[in-house]
């Protein structure tokens, strides 16, 4: 997250009256050991809010079928299991041992000769001719809806992004990894600066995380993120001019088992300590959208700057400036407006037709919704008219052909805004 995110995402969390993103006092991780002791509000209030990391135990993942399933008795992977299961599946493969611009190359594999691989890896001492490979990013609850994996614990149940894209049936944000001792991730944040928590179903991971702006402290010289922040050269002034000014990262050792929460816009690389297979989401919600929207406009900026010297020869400039965006970061302002009438709109049937009805659905995303309550969908409203209006109220949205969207941002704003003075009657 630049200055002008972390500024912009700040200014909105004070005028709620919370506390900023990226504080953590003392550079604590809580590790939350019971579920029976721990409820959403306590997640809602100390970690979602204030936008801190925690990690839970083993035993919020116990009864997976992940857990029960994919595992030997000793902790492994079961590859035998997991063949019989996806043996067929085409899968995205990852070479840790090559740098393509700021991340990793990716192959589409079939999972058997992924896992062939793997065991052959780990006989030849974790070596191999083709590198260090890494299944990661694999959509497998959409590709296998019916086995049982896992189940979303309640804390990440409001998660706007699957919501909405489970909608229009084109994406989610729900991905599968597994990969050898050794295979890594490089620094990052995560999509839209969204939330994500990653479980262990086995195995151990090294997390080190950046709150947001430490990242500003990261760059080189030329104003890009390093691919490794382990690596010597960020000690080279010449390269990395800030870096003696970053606090030290965060770092958490994730057992079998254990979730970690990690906040919107905190920067992280990740290091597999041992061969594991982690369940892992992006969500975005009503505490971190004004983050995502923050993301977009400087997204976009960046965008414009790039192109400008096309500016006044081309006719649709802001048009080519929001298609080269989406093609960018998955998403322009238009679809970010029509993701918040979904979201919206669904908030606005659970208060109109009741919790009830709406528990009953087939849609996961709006009973899951529904489960936390009224108030949460009035909070998720509220959220959204902040959001919505600042939208409505862009240079670079008003600029755009409009007339697609039903309702119009004027009349859906008037509808949230009397949905919520009617549910707080």
């Given at each position: ?11 909105f969390?004070?005028d ?9 006092p ?6 939350i050991d019971?579920?029976?002791?721990f409820?959403?509000?306590d997640?809602?209030?100390?970690y ?9 135990s ?5 009864d997976?079928?992940s ?5 030997t008795w000793?902790g492994k992977p079961n ?6 299961k ?7 493969v990852a070479?840790c ?5 700021n991340?990793n190359?990716?192959e589409?594999l ?9 065991r052959?890896?780990?006989?030849n001492?974790?070596r191999?001719?083709?590198g260090c ?8 609850s959409?590709?296998?809806?019916d086995?049982?994996?896992y ?14 894209w489970?909608a229009v049936a084109v994406d989610?944000?729900r991905f ?13 944040a ?5 939330y994500?928590w990653?479980a262990?179903?086995?195995?151990r991971?090294?997390?080190l995380l950046?709150p ?6 990261l ?13 010597p050269?960020?000690?080279?002034k ?7 000014q970053s606090q030290p ?9 254990e979730?970690v929460?990690i906040?919107s816009?905190?920067h ?8 594991t297979?982690s369940?892992n989401?992006n969500?975005v ?8 929207w ?5 997204e976009l900026?960046?965008?414009?700057r790039?192109?400008s010297?096309?500016?006044?020869p ?5 048009l080519?400036?929001?298609l080269?965006m989406?093609s960018c ?7 970010f407006?029509?993701f918040?009438?979904?979201i919206?709109?669904n908030?606005i049937?659970?208060l109109e037709?009741g919790l009830d ?7 996961n ?16 409203l509220?959220?959204t ?6 939208l409505s ?6 600029k755009l ?5 039903s309702?119009?941002p004027e ?8 949905a919520?003075?009617?549910?707080l009657l």
């Amino acid at each position: 997250m630049d200055r002008a995110t972390f500024a912009c995402s700040t200014a909105f969390f004070r005028d709620f009256g919370n506390s900023s993103p990226g504080a953590l006092p003392g550079g604590h991780v809580d590790f939350i050991d019971k579920a029976d002791s721990f409820t959403y509000s306590d997640f809602f209030r100390d970690y979602l809010i204030p936008n801190h990391p925690c990690i839970f135990s083993a035993k919020f993942t116990e009864d997976w079928g992940s857990r029960k399933n994919w595992v030997t008795w000793d902790g492994k992977p079961n590859f035998e299991h997991l063949l019989q299961k996806f043996g067929e599946a085409v899968v995205p493969v990852a070479n840790c041992d090559v740098k393509e611009y700021n991340s990793n190359p990716k192959e589409q594999l079939p999972f058997k000769e992924y896992v062939e691989y793997w065991r052959e890896y780990i006989r030849n001492g974790y070596r191999s001719s083709r590198g260090c490979l890494y299944l990661k990013d694999w959509h497998l609850s959409r590709a296998f809806p019916d086995q049982d994996v896992y189940t979303t614990p309640v804390y990440f149940s409001s998660d706007w992004l699957n919501e909405y894209w489970d909608a229009v049936a084109v994406d989610d944000f729900r991905f599968v990894y597994m990969g050898p001792k050794g295979s890594w991730t490089p620094f990052h944040a995560d999509v839209f600066r969204s939330y994500s928590w990653s479980a262990n179903v086995c195995g151990r991971k090294k997390w080190l995380l950046y709150p947001a702006g430490q990242e500003e402290f990261l760059k080189d010289r030329h104003g890009n993120l390093p691919f490794d922040v382990t690596a010597p050269d960020l000690r080279d002034k010449r390269i990395y001019p800030r870096y003696s000014q970053s606090q030290p990262p965060l770092e958490i050792l994730q057992e079998a088992g254990e979730i970690v929460f990690i906040p919107s816009g905190w920067h992280h690389q990740v290091h597999n300590l041992e061969d594991t297979i982690s369940i892992n989401h992006n969500w975005v919600n009503g505490c971190n959208v004004a983050v995502m929207w923050c993301f977009l406009q400087d997204e976009l900026a960046a965008v414009q700057r790039e192109i400008s010297q096309w500016k006044d020869p081309m006719d649709d400039w802001h048009l080519q400036c929001q298609l080269i965006m989406k093609s960018c970061t998955g998403i322009d302002y238009k679809e970010f407006y029509n993701f918040l009438k979904v979201i919206a709109e669904n908030r606005i049937s659970i208060l109109e037709k009741g919790l009830d009805e709406e528990s009953s659905s087939q849609n996961n995303s709006k009973a899951a919704i529904s489960t936390l309550g009224m108030l949460h969908a009035v909070f998720d409203l509220k959220r959204t008219v902040k959001v919505l209006s600042s939208l409505s109220a862009n240079e670079d949205f008003r600029k755009l052909d409009l007339t697609s969207l039903s309702p119009s941002p004027e009349a859906l704003l008037q509808h949230l805004e009397s949905a919520i003075d009617t549910a707080l009657l």
